[in-house]
Structure formats: C-alpha cells, structure tokens
C-alpha cells in the first residue's frame, strides 16, 4: 500500500487549495478513503470520508467549506478546500479507512 499526498502549500485566509493523494497496492474503487490532518501540537484528526458508491461526510469545522471526491479510473483522491481559515493549517494526510498505513503527508499553512 501507498499513499503519496501533494498540493498542499502557503495560502492566505479566504483562499483555496486542492489535495491530492496517489494511491496503490489496493483496490482503491472498493475502498472507503478519508482524509486526516494533524496541527501543530494536536492530535490527528478525521476531515473527511468517502465512500466508494459516493457518500461523503465531514467534520463539523469543514463542512461547506470542504469537498472530497475521488477518481477511481486513477487511483486518486481529492479535497478541495475553499474558504480557508488559519484554524485550517495542519499536515494533511490520506487513508483507506481502517488501514494502518499513511503517507508523508502534505503541509498546509493558511497565513497572512
């Protein structure tokens, strides 16, 4: 199994980013994925799930202002964040639900 997670970068409150996370060494169209982030000092916590028949679910803190989608044909999960807040600012990281494995993660810092 591997997780490669990019896109993460520097970005001003209001602004936008789009994750993604290149997954293989599983089947990922039967896989419930997830996206996790970890802030300084914090645990990590759960953002996002999706389901391979297309549910979704969010944490309260993001919802409306989040969106996870996938690809299967690629392997390939996404979180578009919008309205981004410094509250927002963690090391992103994705997973197939109930896995141990993660991958490097992606920094996201929301600044002015």
């Known amino acids: 199994v591997q997780l490669v997670e990019s896109g993460g970068g520097l970005v001003q409150p209001g602004g936008s980013l789009r994750l993604s996370c290149a997954a293989s060494?599983?089947?990922?169209?039967?896989?419930?994925m997830t996206w996790h982030r970890q802030a300084p000092g914090k645990a990590r916590e759960w953002v996002a799930s999706?389901?391979?028949?297309?549910?979704?679910f969010y944490t309260d803190s993001v919802q409306g202002r989040f969106t996870i989608s996938r690809d299967d044909t690629n392997a390939t999960l996404f979180l578009q964040m919008n309205t981004l807040k410094p509250e927002d600012t963690a090391v992103y990281y994705c997973q197939e639900a109930g896995s141990t494995t993660w991958g490097q993660g992606t920094q996201v810092t929301v600044s002015s």
């Open positions: 060494g599983f089947p990922f169209d039967e896989a419930i």
């Open positions: 999706m389901f391979p028949g297309g549910a979704t």
